[in-house]
C-alpha cells in the first residue's frame, strides 16, 4: 500500500442530544466512530488524525494513541485544524474522512487509493455512483488528496466559508487553474456516503447496516425464516447451519456454533454458544454455553457462567456466575448463584441457592450425580458430595457426604378433625 494517513473529523453533536456527539450515535448497537475506526484498520490506514468539533472528552478515546485536535465551530473546514500534523507527512497520500461515515468500506478505500496514486492525481473524490451522487454528496464525499495540494487548499480557501462546505469547490477550482482534474473513484455502493442528521435519517442508517449484516450471514450459511425483529451486531461470529428465529437480539463479541437454533425473542451479548446448541426465548450475557446446550424458554443466564455440554436448562431458570457440569438437567423455577456444579446433576423444580447472606456472598459446590428435590434450598456456603441426595422440600445447612440423603423438613402432623372446627360455615 502506499504511503497513506488519514484525517478523520466529527461534525459536532447530536441532532436530538446536544451533549451527545453525532459519530457516538449508535447503528445497530455501535458508535458510528467504530465502523468507521474498524475500516480503517482493515484498510490498514493507521496514521491517524482525529479532528473534534465538539464532545471532546466522549470522544477522545475511540481516537485510541493517534493525535487530536479541537476546533471551534463555524471555523471552515477541519482540514484547517490539520496545518501542523500535514507539516509532518509530506509526500503522504492523505485521506479526509468524516467520523459519521458509518459505511466506509476498506476495499473501497484502498481500491479509490489505488487509483489515486496510479493515476498521480492530486485530489479523488469517493462517490457513490454517478455524476448526480457526487454533486449531491460533494460536501460530505470522502476524499484521497496528496499532502501538498491539500496544505495548498488550506492556504488558499475562502475564509467566509464557515462550515467547510465549499471546501471541495475550492479544491476543484484550484485544479481547473491548473488545467487538471479531480480524479473520480465511483464504490458502487449507494449506502457509502450516508449520513444521519435527523432521527428518520438514523433510523434509514439502521435499516441499511441490518440488511447489510443480514446479507453477509446469508453467505456465511446462517438461515432465516424472516427478519422481524432481529437484531445482530456486526461483530458477532456465527457458524453455517444456525438458524436465527425472530424477535432476537445479539451483540458484542459473540460467537455462535454451527447448526445451533437461537431464538424465538432470545438476547445474547458478549458470549460464545457451541456448536448445536438451542437458546430459546432466553438471555445469556457475558458466558459460555458448550455444544448441545439446550436453554429456555424465559430463562436467564447472568455474567460469568460456563454451562458445559449436553446441559439442559429450562423454562424460568437464572443461573448466575456458575459452572454447570455437563449433562446437568436443570428443569425449572430454579435458580443457582455462585456455584460449582458436577456433571450428571439432577436439579428438582423450585430449588434455589441461597448465595448471599446480607453482607457477603458465598459460594455452593455441588458433586457428580448429585439429586436435588423439588423446593431444595442449599444455604452457602455448603457442599454436596458425589452422588448426595436431597429431600424434597429441604433446607440444607450443613454439607452432604457422598451416597447420603439429605431430609430438612418439619415431620409431617396430622390433626384429625381441625377443617371441621375452623371452617364450619364453608362446609354447610
Not at 406 to 411: D, E, H, I, L, S
Amino acid at each position: 500500500m502506499q504511503k497513506a494517513a488519514a484525517i478523520v473529523y466529527s461534525a459536532g453533536c447530536d441532532f436530538m442530544h446536544n451533549n451527545c456527539p453525532k459519530a457516538l450515535r449508535e447503528v445497530v448497537f455501535r458508535p458510528i466512530i467504530e465502523w468507521v475506526n474498524e475500516a480503517l484498520d482493515s484498510a490498514g490506514i493507521d496514521d491517524r488524525l482525529y479532528v473534534i468539533t465538539e464532545g471532546e472528552e466522549a470522544l477522545v478515546p475511540y481516537a485510541g494513541e493517534s493525535s487530536v485536535v479541537t476546533r471551534e465551530k463555524e471555523s471552515g473546514h477541519p482540514c484547517l485544524a490539520a496545518k501542523e500534523w500535514l507539516s509532518e507527512h509530506s509526500e503522504a497520500n492523505i485521506l479526509v474522512i468524516s467520523a459519521e461515515a458509518v459505511f466506509t468500506d476498506p476495499d473501497v478505500l484502498k481500491a479509490a487509493l489505488e487509483r489515486h496514486s496510479g493515476q498521480n492525481e492530486k485530489l479523488t473524490i469517493i462517490a457513490s455512483g454517478g455524476r448526480a451522487a457526487l454533486m449531491k454528496e460533494l460536501g460530505t464525499s470522502a476524499f484521497w488528496v496528496k499532502q501538498d495540494f491539500l496544505s495548498e487548499i488550506c492556504e488558499k480557501c475562502d475564509k467566509d466559508d464557515k462550515n467547510g462546505d465549499q471546501f471541495l469547490i475550492g479544491a476543484m477550482k484550484l485544479l481547473s487553474d491548473e488545467k487538471l482534474v479531480a480524479g473520480t473513484h465511483i464504490a458502487g455502493k449507494a449506502e457509502i456516503n450516508m449520513r444521519a442528521n435527523s432521527p428518520s435519517e438514523l433510523l434509514t442508517l439502521n435499516a441499511a447496516a441490518r440488511t447489510i449484516v443480514f446479507k453477509k450471514l446469508c453467505a456465511e450459511g446462517v438461515e432465516f425464516i424472516c427478519l422481524d425483529g432481529i437484531i445482530i451486531e456486526p461483530s458477532v461470529k456465527i457458524g453455517a447451519g444456525t438458524k436465527i428465529l425472530p424477535g432476537t437480539i445479539i451483540k458484542g463479541k459473540t460467537e455462535i456454533g454451527k447448526n445451533c437454533v437461537i431464538g424465538p425473542n432470545s438476547f445474547i451479548e458478549n458470549s460464545k454458544i457451541g456448536d448445536g446448541a438451542e437458546v430459546n426465548s432466553t438471555q445469556i450475557r457475558s458466558s459460555v454455553l458448550e455444544k448441545d446446550v439446550k436453554i429456555g424458554p424465559w430463562s436467564q443466564v447472568r455474567p460469568g457462567c460456563v454451562i458445559h455440554e449436553g446441559c439442559k436448562i429450562g423454562d424460568y431458570v437464572e443461573i448466575k456466575n456458575s459452572e454447570v457440569g455437563a449433562r446437568t438437567a436443570v428443569a425449572h423455577l430454579t435458580y443457582i448463584g455462585d456455584a460449582t456444579v458436577g456433571e450428571a446433576v439432577n436439579f428438582g423444580c423450585g430449588c434455589c441457592i441461597a448465595n448471599y447472606d446480607g453482607q457477603q456472598k458465598h459460594r455452593t459446590v455441588i458433586g457428580d450425580h448429585a439429586f436435588l428435590g423439588c423446593n431444595t434450598n442449599l444455604v452457602a456456603p455448603v457442599e454436596l458430595a458425589d452422588f448426595a441426595y436431597t429431600a424434597a422440600g429441604t433446607t440444607v445447612t450443613k454439607d452432604v457426604p457422598e451416597y447420603a440423603l439429605a431430609v430438612g423438613r418439619a415431620k409431617q402432623q396430622n390433626i384429625e378433625g381441625w377443617v371441621k372446627k375452623h371452617d364450619a360455615i364453608k362446609i354447610k
